[in-house]
């Protein structure tokens, strides 16, 4: 009897997809604090952002710390409270990601990626949205409103 069940686990595990058994490998918080600038943005879909208003976001500045979140000229956090989550990329042909988990591999970007770290940041006095980006080694990818914002780390 445990010999037929050491062969079925063995049966599971042999016809397993390698990305369900990978390894979530989720970056600490604290790894992705610093300071940050955008140096690309680019049309991803359709949105109400105009061009002239996504481009004036090049050379903006993003800070990521325990005290303060800030977002180019506007958002402001005081005490921010962020979230890691990684995400297992499946490789399922055919199969649609509902667009709640539609991350950049949906759209082309890092499609090579394993798993997608996202960050997410909340206000907590509960004023303003809920933002998240991808952390791709020293960057913060974040998608908004069709366009496709790199932000690269400047400072830790």
Known sequence: MVN???????????????SALAACDCSNVREVFGEYTTVEVTRFRGGLTPREEAMDRVDKKILVSEDLFFLWDGVRYESPSYEMVCHPVTQDEGEVT?????????YGFGMDRDVINVIYVNSLSEEGPRYHFEVVGDELWFFYDGWFYRMKRVSS
């Open 4 to 18: 037929r069940l050491v062969l079925f686990f063995l049966g599971f595990l042999l016809f397993m997809p390698a």
């Open 98 to 106: 509902p667009p709640s988990e539609r991350r950049g591999d949906f």
